[in-house]
């Protein structure tokens, strides 16, 4: 009797559609399991099964998008929504998605990628970002301006340069022309469906080959064929408060989807102090400090409008307009205690810094993509503009990153491809102009340039040319090539190649290789050589920040070699790469001269040979390590585990101590790790959900030498939540749950020291993170 109800207990309706909710009919969908069914989707997208209970294996293909599998364990009546992108959809490495829950889906392509949907943030109550990016096994992180939550954060991909990793929106690249990299601390999760990442070389780039370290996608809100409307207002801790509305839907050809994100934080930190100069003796007229109250308040706010109009289930248009505002008090990261055992006996143990600062960030994106078919392939066009502007208010701390400027990146992109039974191929380009614009350039003498005398400092015009495509010789191999041509009008051409095999040993094993080679193009503002009077003097007399014209890109060659498996209930990804860098762009610094005090007498209009510090390529680094992600669904079906680990081994090669990461700052020494990057890091997460129930905890582990600069760190975050009724929830999520590498000021020249030359260990700053934090969520969704 047991076995007989279990042959007639499942239907199984799957929907397949498109991104925009257009219906996908002749769609082939298949379940694998103790029987095997096969059907086409109608003209509505709809496959309809009787299956028996059991463990399946479901696909879903169709000709010109990529295909979907996942696993399905069935015992009752199931629905199961599946979006198809098309291979040249707006992600940068193309990924399907599906509401069924999708952790167990093994990698299938020749990259390691992980999608963060919108759900998985939600389960842990993240309201930024940046939290979910903490987790992934090849992701590091820089703070610039300290540890709190009001400082800046970037994020790098397998290295400790977040400029050889690309920032994306839709597709519409972000990365800012000052930095190349881009401050993703205010990103707020409710303007996202998911974020995409993928690392390494991938064949399939569809943005050029200007990367090595991998990519990071946001998915914007998508329009839904059906309306849904949601809303969220939490409040918590340091002050934090948030609102959110989302509404998606579609009135006839006409699809939309609108987010709204409001967030304000007082902040952990509010204290009056006097700030000094760090070693100089204290007392007027040198050293008399500034008093100033050291805040970390937060005020961010963004919109998001994204409509779609289909034309027929191959054809549509779709505009995007992202707008992200926020100014924040970062007066308590950039000012610390100092611990400098230098400065015994000037200003050891007093608060030291630039004094008063406010961070304004504003971030616009907007975007036109359409595609149609044309002759036996599919068009698509897309046009973009984007400007990334921020603004300094008092006294700089970091002379990279806090700098008044706006980058300016205008975009026209085309492409085609076509589809056959076994392959495909795409040819395409696109050509961008981006500029970069001081609006208040420091001098040193204390005056400000006129607006008359604000110019673009730099610009540049980049064009891009492609092929790329896919060939499955049998039914288990699959091999994919791609072949870029970059002109770049301020440093020439580059020529790169990709080639990457997936191997199927059998339907829940799949072994996977790579190769390819990709560049860092020089920044705009690495090649722009200032005028003396617009650069800052350290504490030695040196001129820092200076450009350099002659500098030229990067290069690396990648090898990557990956294998994922699917147990009964669980998933198992492992990989293996190595980067061979050429050319690094680092600092130089003239170390000699300044400790001996030969640049201290130096001005503008009589400076001292060889006392200015300036980009330049040198040397080489090897970027090697091991990542590893394990996903278990344990009966029944209630409780998942997923852990990541990353082993991340990074260090330059053939350098001298008279050079700097652009990045962190610190001395570099050859054949040594970089700084500020952990060579062990790992997450372990537990999900559980039953009836009106749900809760969730995530432990985040960095080893030494991490972006705090100390010991080993644990943090550890909780959930718990209670759905009141099929439309509202209550959710309470605690942050930091141990106080683990908290605390309120920096403390200069405190942190893990680096050892340098002859291991003689240099100072670095000791960084902190916010407390232990408590917050109520209340959604509502219909």
């Not at 975007?367 to 068009?379: F, K, S, V």
């Amino acid at each position: 009797m047991h076995a007989l109800l279990l042959a007639i207990c499942c239907t199984v309706t799957v929907h397949v559609h498109t991104s925009t909710g257009a219906p996908l009919a002749g769609a082939h969908v298949s379940l694998h399991g103790p029987k095997t069914y096969a059907k086409v989707t109608d003209d509505s997208g709809n496959a309809l099964f009787t299956a028996d209970g059991g463990s399946y294996h479901l696909d879903t293909t169709d000709r010109g998008y990529t295909g979907v599998s996942i696993d399905l364990e069935l015992k009752d009546t199931a629905a199961v929504d599946v979006t198809l992108e098309p291979l040249d959809a707006p992600t940068l490495r193309t990924i399907g998605t599906v509401k069924v829950d999708g952790r167990l889906t093994p990698i299938r392509g020749t990259l390691p990628s992980v999608t963060v949907t919108r759900a998985d943030m939600d389960r842990l109550g993240e309201d930024r970002v940046i939290d979910s990016l903490l987790a992934l096994p090849g992701a590091t992180f820089t703070r610039p301006d300290g540890g709190g939550a009001n400082a800046i954060a970037v994020v790098s991909l397998r290295g400790p340069d977040p400029s050889e990793s690309l920032v994306a929106l839709d597709d519409q690249l972000l990365n800012d022309g000052n930095t190349g990299d881009l401050d993703l601390s205010r990103f707020p999760v409710a303007a996202f469906q998911a974020v995409d990442v993928t690392e390494g070389l991938g064949p399939e780039d569809s943005n050029g080959s200007n990367t090595f370290g991998g990519a990071i996608n946001f998915v914007s809100l998508q329009p839904t064929q059906t309306p849904h409307f949601s809303f969220a207002t939490s409040g918590g801790s340091f002050g934090q408060s948030e609102a959110w509305v989302n509404a998606t839907g579609a009135r006839g050809k006409l699809g939309y989807a609108f987010a709204w994100d409001d967030q304000h934080e007082a902040g952990y930190t509010t204290q009056p102090a006097t700030v000094y100069i760090p070693g100089l003796p204290v007392g007027c007229p040198n050293n008399c400090g500034t008093s100033t109250v050291l805040g970390s308040t937060v005020a961010s706010r963004l919109g998001l409008g994204n409509v779609t109009w289909t034309f027929s289930q191959n054809a549509n248009i779709n505009a995007r307009v992202f707008l992200l505002g926020d100014v924040r008090d970062q007066s308590s990261s950039i000012n610390g205690i100092d611990f400098d055992s230098g400065d015994v006996g000037t200003t050891y143990g007093l608060f030291t810094g630039p004094g008063a600062e406010s961070f304004l960030q504003n971030i616009r994106a907007y975007q036109i993509r359409g595609q149609a078919p044309l002759g036996a392939g599919e068009l698509t066009a897309d046009v973009s503009e984007s400007d990334n502007g921020i603004t300094i208010d008092g006294n700089p701390s970091d002379p990279a990153y806090d700098v008044t400027h706006i980058d300016h990146r205008y975009n026209g992109a085309l492409s085609w491809q076509r589809s056959f039974a076994t392959s495909q191929f795409a040819i395409g380009g696109y050509t961008r102009y981006e500029s970069l614009e001081f609006l208040a350039p420091p001098t040193t003498d204390g005056s400000t340039l006129t607006p008359s005398q604000v110019e673009p400092l730099i610009g540049q015009t980049i064009n891009v040319f492609y092929a790329r495509g896919g060939f499955q010789p049998t039914a288990k191999l699959r091999l994919d090539a791609g072949v870029f041509e970059s002109e770049y009008t301020s440093f020439g051409s580059n020529l790169d190649g990709r080639l990457g095999a997936v191997y199927n040993t059998d339907p829940k094993t799949a072994i996977r290789f790579s190769i390819g080679t990709g560049f860092r193009a020089p920044l705009l503002i690495e090649r722009y050589q200032f005028p003396l009077s617009q650069l800052a003097q350290d504490q030695y007399g040196v001129f820092v920040g200076q450009g350099n014209p002659g500098e030229h890109p990067e290069h690396a060659t990648e090898y990557e070699l990956g294998i994922s498996h699917q147990f009964e209930s669980a998933t198992l990804d492992f990989s293996l790469y190595q980067t061979n860098l050429r050319d690094p762009i680092e600092i130089y610094y003239p170390e000699t001269a300044a400790l001996a005090g030969l640049c201290l007498a130096q001005t503008p209009s009589a400076p001292v040979p060889g006392c200015v510090s300036y980009n330049s390529n040198v040397g080489n680094a090897v970027y090697q390590g091991i990542e590893a992600r394990f996903v278990q669904r344990f009966a029944p079906q209630h409780l998942f585990l997923t852990a990541n680990y990353g082993l991340n081994v990074a260090y330059p090669k053939d350098l001298n101590a008279d050079f700097s990461n652009p990045t962190s700052g610190a001395n570099l020494v050859s054949n040594q790790q970089f700084p500020g990057i952990p060579q062990q890091q790992g997450s372990l997460e537990l999900d559980w959900a039953q009836n009106r129930w749900h809760a969730a905890t995530q432990a985040i582990f960095r080893g030494y030498n991490n972006e705090l600069n100390q010991g080993p760190i644990a943090w550890i975050d909780a959930s718990v939540g209670f759905k009141i009724n099929n439309e509202t929830d209550l959710t309470f999520q605690g942050t930091n749950l141990f106080d683990d590498s908290a605390g309120r000021f920096t403390q200069f020249g405190a942190g893990s020291p680096y050892l340098g030359l002859g291991a003689i260990p240099l100072p670095t700053d000791r960084l902190f993170v916010e407390p232990f934090g408590l917050r109520a969520i209340f959604t509502v969704r219909k």
